[in-house]
């Protein structure tokens, strides 16, 4: 499906309610999910989005676009925070390689990591919620920061 300049979802036709509850229960179900197993193993939330996906991808294409953002941007939600490890995991290996005395460097980078995460968390946490009302109210969404991975 083609998107507008301004990057959101071209508006057809207005979505029955049944289409608005089930393209904000994509985004509800992985909110859900990633939070009840916590945000670093958000898998859970694209197993959400994703079983929306797969039961309504052909009954519309409100709900297939809908759900294919939330499956994106929670895909892209577990690998930063997959990288975000990576990189922590990295720092205190360098910490211990260097017998303490890389504490120097790797105290202020983990103290930004942390403020990045935060970031990242508070941003999936609001943009979650954003785009469930947007479905709610029959209205296109895309999430910022998304790796568009499923098209």
Not at 63 to 78: D, G, P, T, V, Y
Not at 105 to 127: D, E, H, K, N, R
Not at 139 to 145: I, M, S
Request: some cysteine.
């Amino acid at each position: 499906m083609e998107h507008t300049a301004d990057g959101n979802l071209p508006q057809t036709l207005s979505p029955t309610a049944s289409e608005r509850q089930w393209a904000a229960l994509a985004h509800l179900s992985a909110l859900v999910l990633a939070l009840c197993t916590s945000w670093i193993a958000g898998f859970a939330g694209m197993a959400g989005a994703g079983a929306v996906y797969l039961l309504k991808r052909d009954d519309s294409p409100f709900i297939r676009e809908h759900a294919r953002e939330a499956l994106n941007f929670n895909l892209s939600m577990f690998v930063y925070a997959c990288v975000v490890t990576a990189i922590g995991i990295a720092l205190v290996g360098v910490t211990v390689l260097t017998l303490g005395l890389g504490i120097l460097v790797t105290l202020p980078a983990g103290l930004a990591l942390l403020a990045a995460i935060g970031v990242i968390a508070v941003m999936w946490l609001v943009c979650s919620i954003v785009a469930t009302v947007k479905a709610w109210n029959g209205e296109a969404y895309r999430y910022p920061l998304t790796l568009r991975l499923f098209d």
